[in-house]
C-alpha cells in the first residue's frame, strides 16, 4: 500500500468519524435539553419528512442529466467546444432544476400552511 492511500484511507475515516461523533452529541444533547424542559421523550420522532429532500434530488439529477444532453447536442450541432458548452449547460440545467424546486417547494409549503 503506497503512503498516499494510506493517508486518504486515513484521512476518509477521519471526516466519517468526526461527521458521526457530531452527530452523535448532537443528538444527545438535544434529548437531553427535551428531557430537562419535560417534554415527552418521542418529541421529535415521526417529524422527518424525505419527500421535499427526494424532490430536490431528482430535479437536480433531472438537470444536470439534461444539461449534458442539450449541451452536447449543442456543441455538435453549432460546432463549438464540446467540454465548455457542456458545463454551461450543465450548470444551466442545474440552476433551472434548483430554481423550479424552490418554486415547487415555496407552493407546497403555501398550499399545507
Avoid at 1 to 19: D, P
Avoid at 39 to 65: C, E, W, Y
Amino acid at each position: 500500500m503506497e503512503t498516499t492511500s494510506a493517508a486518504l484511507f486515513i484521512s476518509i475515516s477521519l471526516v466519517v468519524f468526526g461527521i458521526s461523533y457530531y452527530y452523535f452529541t448532537t443528538r444527545h444533547k438535544e434529548r437531553m435539553e427535551i428531557i430537562e424542559r419535560g417534554l415527552p421523550s418521542d418529541h421529535f420522532k415521526n417529524q422527518t419528512n424525505l419527500l421535499p429532500f427526494l424532490m430536490v434530488f431528482g430535479l437536480i439529477s433531472f438537470g444536470i442529466a439534461f444539461g449534458i444532453a442539450v449541451g452536447a447536442k449543442v456543441s455538435i450541432y453549432f460546432k463549438l467546444d464540446m467540454y465548455i458548452t457542456i458545463v454551461f449547460f450543465i450548470f444551466l440545467g442545474l440552476g433551472i432544476a434548483l430554481l423550479s424546486s424552490y418554486l415547487l417547494l415555496r407552493r407546497m409549503h403555501n398550499k399545507r400552511g
